[in-house]
């Protein structure tokens, strides 16, 4: 059963950082989708960024330019990097897995087949 982590959320002012990780465990072993995604109070899931099956990287338009996505595929862990952050970035955080695109965008939910339980973030100002 493919099962994913996300530590390193918690609270912080504006302008500081955070390094989200995600441990990812299962049977799988051929190359797959790694995605983050975020909740903020109210609304609705949202892409942020993802890594594709050929190192494919996209972001959210809202934070490019802060955000860095990364992964560890020997240690099975993605990591996403956030500088800069802003209150409008406080949401719980989510790592996602996914098999295959389709015709969707690296940052569509209908992509992921795999959830984390989610890490939260605090930005205040």
């Known amino acids: 059963q493919d099962l994913l982590v996300e530590s390193g959320g918690g609270s912080v002012q504006a302008g500081g950082s955070l390094r989200l990780s995600c441990a990812a465990s299962?049977?799988?072993?051929?190359?797959?989708?790694m995605g983050w995604f975020r909740q903020p109070p109210g609304k609705e899931r949202e892409g942020v960024t993802a890594?594709?099956?050929?190192?494919?990287?996209d972001y959210a338009d809202s934070v490019k330019g802060r955000f860095t996505i990364s992964k560890d595929n020997a240690k099975n862990t993605l990591y996403l990097q956030m500088n800069s952050l802003e209150p409008e970035d406080t949401a719980m955080y989510y790592c996602?897995?996914?098999?295959?695109?389709?015709?969707?965008?690296?940052?569509?939910?209908?992509?992921?087949?795999?959830w984390g339980q989610g890490t939260q973030v605090t930005v205040s100002s």
């Open positions: 996602a897995v996914g098999l295959v695109l389709g015709d969707w965008s690296l940052l569509h939910r209908r992509v992921y087949d795999y």
């Open positions: 890594i594709g099956k050929d190192g494919t990287i």
């Open positions: 299962g049977r799988r072993s051929t190359p797959y989708i």
